[in-house]
């Protein structure tokens, strides 16, 4: 099988890479930095692309696309979301015309006014997001469904495990001294995705042509979201005390240290944004049902053991 992975220097996508090198693709790896050490995508070969400046020329034929690049971060300028997760995701379709497209999208399409109560893939997109990150990924799903090719768009949610540059650094960046302070009961649900499990979800979307569609994908259950952190802490040997701030108060709150930010020009993230606290604030549990039915999909439960490893 030839494959075409996209965001292949980053987390999500140079797994992806390495695992299908490890069942005998051939790899084609795209990122937008010049060069990846060649472990991180398992010695495929790599080359440079920059989405957002318009289709590759000339690309490769391919069996399948894995497009996993994006910007993923929930600050910045409006435009730059748009160009990366809309416009680049045109273009890689462009670039791969008549090719079966596995798309990485997320979970972050679901309402995020509201809790995701084991959703479904027909709950999404919806009309209002929080910020452009959620616009722009579901805008980027529209563009795959009409385009016509041939597609599966997988959603996954909160990714961790080894090489993470969000979940697990973040909880760890909420730790004040003796505290890690988060958002709401401490005892709701939330959906977690292990790089594993979506690597997984990934190499069924490109083994399994003719499956077409749109599928969640997370760890076996859900797990409480205290739970989780507990198991997070301990692994890191953080001990901290975990305190949980009311949900509204604190949305208040990071809305203001916001539109502070925005006032002062940082260009920064701040420390405090909506997306991050509405994440992990409320329930956020996705079913899996179309994915084991359709995909085959079988997940591993969640388990931080070896997720620093990277
Ligand atoms: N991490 C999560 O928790 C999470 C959750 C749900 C969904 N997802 C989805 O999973 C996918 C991969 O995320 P990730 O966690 O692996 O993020 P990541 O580590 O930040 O990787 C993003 C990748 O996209 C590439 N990229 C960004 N802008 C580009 C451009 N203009 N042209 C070409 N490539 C560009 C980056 O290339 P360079 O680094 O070389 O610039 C990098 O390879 C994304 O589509 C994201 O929406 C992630």
């Given at each position: ?7 292949a ?5 140079g797994?992806?890479c390495?695992e299908?090198?490890?069942?005998g ?15 991180h ?6 080359r440079?692309?920059?989405?957002a ?8 034929s ?8 994006g ?6 300028p ?6 990366v ?9 462009a670039s ?6 596995v ?12 809790p995701?109560?084991?959703?479904t ?7 209002r ?8 990924k ?7 469904l ?17 090489g993470?540059?969000?979940l ?18 401490g ?28 599928f ?5 259950e ?5 739970d989780?952190?507990?198991v ?17 108060p604190a949305l208040r ?16 993230p ?6 991050a ?16 039915t359709?995909?085959?999909y079988?997940?591993?439960p ?8 990277w």
């Open positions: 099988m030839r494959v075409a992975v996209t965001g220097s980053g987390f999500v996508g797994a992806v390495r299908l090198v490890a069942r693709a051939r790899v084609h790896a795209y990122g937008r930095r010049a060069a990846v050490r060649a472990e995508v398992a010695d495929a070969r790599y440079s692309w920059d989405l400046r318009g289709p590759l020329d000339p690309a490769p391919v069996d399948v696309v894995v497009h996993c690049a910007s993923v971060t929930d600050w910045g409006i435009p730059g979301f748009f160009e997760n809309l416009d680049g995701t045109r273009n890689a379709l791969f015309p008549g090719t079966r497209f798309h990485v999208s997320t979970a972050s399409v679901y309402d995020p006014y509201r995701t109560v084991m959703a893939e027909d709950e999404a997109p919806v009309r997001y929080v910020n452009a990150y959620g616009a722009s579901a805008a980027a799903e529209r563009a795959v009409k385009s016509g090719a041939e597609s599966v768009i997988l959603r996954p949610h909160a990714v961790y495990g080894p993470d540059t969000t697990l650094p973040r909880v760890e960046a909420s730790v004040r001294g003796p505290f890690l302070f988060a958002v709401g009961t005892r709701q649900r939330i959906s977690l995705t292990s790089v594993g499990n979506l690597v997984r979800a990934c190499v069924l979307a490109c083994e399994r042509p003719g499956v077409s569609g749109v969640n994908v997370t760890d076996a859900p797990v409480v979201l205290d989780a952190l507990a997070i802490l301990a692994e890191r040997g953080i001990e901290a005390e975990r305190i949980y701030l009311p949900a509204g709150l990071a809305a203001v240290v916001e539109g502070l930010h925005l006032l002062a020009g940082a260009r920064r701040p420390r405090l944004t909506r997306y606290l509405g994440h992990l604030a409320v329930e956020r549990t996705l079913d899996l049902t179309a994915a084991r359709r995909l085959g079988r997940p591993e969640t388990s931080f053991a070896g997720a620093y490893s």
